[in-house]
């Protein structure tokens, strides 16, 4: 089994920045696609970025440009780097991880954490 905790939510102002964090542990052997979904009630999981052990990356096009997914093979821990937050960034953020290639598909993914609330309010 493989354990993800996250870190790093909260609440921040229009325009502000925050950065979560996950830290896998366990049976981490051969994991590979590792990153953040989010979600609001009544809607779907959606795709906020992914990222390879070998560092290639998939962000969602409402996050494009304004967040940042970073790795660290020797840590286990994968971050995602949010500026100029908007309300609609508003939502719970999970960390999820799988041993095979990224996907868009929160269904594909095998491992997920807590999810930490991340709230953008003036």
């Known amino acids: 089994q493989v354990q993800l905790e996250e870190s790093g939510g909260g609440w921040v102002q229009p325009g502000g920045s925050l950065r979560l964090s996950c830290a896998a542990s366990?049976?981490?052997?051969?994991?590979?696609?590792m990153g953040w979904f989010r979600q609001v009630p009544g809607k779907e999981r959606d795709l906020v970025a992914v990222i390879t052990s070998g560092g290639i990356t998939s962000y969602g096009k409402s996050v494009e440009g304004r967040f940042t997914i970073s790795r660290d093979n020797a840590k286990n821990t994968v971050y995602l780097q949010m500026n100029s937050l908007k309300p609609e960034d508003t939502a719970v953020y999970y960390c999820a991880a799988r041993r095979v290639r990224c996907s868009a598909t929160p269904e594909r993914y095998d491992y997920w954490g807590q999810g930490t609330q991340v709230t953008v309010s003036s």
């Open positions: 366990g049976n981490i052997f051969s994991l590979n696609a």
